[in-house]
Structure formats: structure tokens, C-alpha cells
């Protein structure tokens, strides 16, 4: 009897300790996923830059061909 009640409390712990490493399992997902979204941000913020930059050039090319129409003028 005291035997089984031993080996009952072994899986008892194993379960525990089971579900614990699920617990851990879950958690690490969640963090891969928010450094996924955190990377996705970041890749949305470098291409809002490039945009930015490609509207400067833009605005700096008018801005060339607006001085041109000056000196012709």
C-alpha cells in the first residue's frame, strides 16, 4: 500500500512538472511571436523611411527644376 501511494505521488509530480514544461512551451511561443511582430514593425518603419526619402528627392528634384524655370524666365 505505502508503495503505491508513493508511485501515486511520483505521477502526480511528473504530471505537474508535465504541465510546467507546457506552461514554458506556451510562454516561449508568445515571445517568438512578439519579437515576429516587433520585426514586422521594424520592417514597416524602414520602409515608411525609404518613402520619406524617396518624397525628399522627389521634393529636392521639383525643387531643382522650379530653380531651373527661374534662370530661363
Given at each position: 500500500m505505502l508503495f503505491d501511494?508513493?508511485?501515486v505521488?511520483?505521477?502526480a509530480t511528473k504530471v505537474q512538472v508535465d504541465?510546467?514544461?507546457v506552461q514554458v512551451d506556451a510562454t516561449k511561443?508568445?515571445?517568438d511571436?512578439?519579437?515576429v511582430q516587433v520585426d514586422a514593425?521594424?520592417?514597416q518603419?524602414?520602409?515608411t523611411k525609404v518613402q520619406v526619402d524617396a518624397t525628399?528627392?522627389?521634393v529636392d528634384a521639383t525643387k531643382v527644376q522650379v530653380k531651373r524655370l527661374v534662370c530661363i524666365t
Amino acid at each position: 500500500m505505502l508503495f503505491d501511494a508513493t508511485k501515486v505521488q511520483v505521477d502526480a509530480t511528473k504530471v505537474q512538472v508535465d504541465a510546467t514544461k507546457v506552461q514554458v512551451d506556451a510562454t516561449k511561443v508568445q515571445v517568438d511571436a512578439t519579437k515576429v511582430q516587433v520585426d514586422a514593425t521594424k520592417v514597416q518603419v524602414d520602409a515608411t523611411k525609404v518613402q520619406v526619402d524617396a518624397t525628399k528627392v522627389q521634393v529636392d528634384a521639383t525643387k531643382v527644376q522650379v530653380k531651373r524655370l527661374v534662370c530661363i524666365t
